[in-house]
């Protein structure tokens, strides 16, 4: 059975620290996404691939996250330095671009508190 | 102005009715596609349905349909014969622009908790 898989599930770090969350995306999947959910915001999307190649970071604060894919088996998000403001779920999904539905397929989420 | 207006933030169903979740859209781009999940309390993002702005009918999964009326911009899902199970959050997503090169991202409405009560 094909999934996202996303690490950690859970993390608690104090402010200032540096954050890493990965990302798998299924296997033969091309379009992988970060997003961020809060009960205010609801779901944001922050970043964008296509073939390992940013296409959209525009909802991501660029001075403290950044969004890698170094293979195609692996997306990346970092906070460095993280904020209180920072704490939310990170939703991870990939899909096949191109296909006439487009459906993207999520992880379970990183749920992130920061102290 | 939103994209995705989902007005009903909770509703309440009796076990084995039907429910109708209300979702519009704003596009100006003739080529879109529609797009309902599942949030259950585990967190998980479940797709359910889809709907092109081309399709003719109404898309249908199971017990999930979705009520497309495209002149009003509305994009409601239908759940028929609600389980206790379907007790979730459920957001409207749309992708605007055909399903190709740069337009395959989604935008996703605040959502409609569904409580499903026996």
């Known amino acids: 059975d094909a999934r996202v898989t996303q690490t950690p599930r859970h993390k608690v770090t104090e402010m200032g620290q540096e954050v890493t969350m990965r990302c798998q995306p299924i296997?033969?999947?091309?379009?992988v996404f970060w997003y961020r959910q809060t009960m205010m915001q609801g779901l944001e999307l922050l970043a964008y691939f296509r073939n390992r190649a940013p296409l959209d970071d525009s909802g991501m604060p660029k001075d403290r996250f950044s969004a890698e894919m170094p293979d195609a088996t692996l997306a990346t998000l970092k906070i460095q330095p993280s904020e209180p403001r920072d704490s939310a779920v990170y939703f991870c999904?990939?899909?096949?671009?191109?296909?006439?539905?487009?459906?993207?397929?999520f992880g379970e989420g990183s749920r992130l508190t920061v102290l | 102005a939103q994209k995705i207006t989902q007005t009903q933030p909770g509703m309440f169903v009796q076990e084995k009715e039907a429910v109708t979740l209300d979702c519009t859209y704003d596009t100006s781009d003739p080529s879109y596609g529609l797009f309902w999940y599942k949030q259950p309390s585990s967190g998980e993002m479940i797709f359910l349905i889809y709907q092109g702005s081309y399709d003719q009918q109404n898309a249908t999964e199971g017990r999930y349909s979705l009520n497309f009326q495209k002149a009003r911009k509305s994009a409601n899902l239908v759940i028929s014969a609600s389980q206790l199970g379907d007790s979730a959050m459920y957001f409207c997503?749309?992708?605007?622009?055909?399903?190709?090169?740069?337009?395959?991202?989604?935008?996703f409405g605040t959502g409609t908790r569904l409580t499903i009560i026996p």
């Open positions: 296997l033969g999947h091309n379009t």
């Open positions: 997503a749309m992708r605007e622009g055909p399903s190709n090169f740069g337009n395959e991202k989604l935008t």
């Open positions: 999904a990939s899909g096949l671009g191109g296909r006439t539905t487009g459906e993207l397929f």
